[in-house]
């Protein structure tokens, strides 16, 4: 892993994305994590937005949560009682 200072990271962002595919890019502010460089494998778009959205990730642990305490029901029961065999 590779730390960057903010002020300091003036190269071309291409050059700091091929870096990243062997390994993280840390961009550190204040001394203190602020962004990252990170390649994407096996990720859409689409799930790299919502990984990011803290209002969907808190309804995700919310929903684990209340799985874990009560419970849930297997795909293939779920699939059975909605007749989609």
């Known amino acids: 892993m ?7 990271a003036l190269r071309p962002l ?3 994305a091929q870096k990243a595919r062997k390994s993280p890019i840390i961009v550190v502010k204040r001394g203190r994590p ?3 460089v990170v390649p994407i494998r096996n990720a ?3 799930t790299i937005a919502l990984s990011t959205n803290r209002k969907f990730m808190t309804i ?3 929903s684990r949560a209340r ?3 009560e419970g849930g029901i297997a795909a293939k029961e ?3 009682r909605f007749g989609l065999h």
């Open 44 to 46: 859409d778009e689409e």
């Open 14 to 16: 291409s050059e700091y």
């Open 78 to 80: 779920l699939r059975r």
């Open 2 to 8: 590779t730390k960057v200072d903010f002020k300091k």
């Open 67 to 69: 799985t874990k305490k």
């Open 60 to 62: 995700i642990d919310r």
């Open 34 to 36: 602020f962004a990252a």
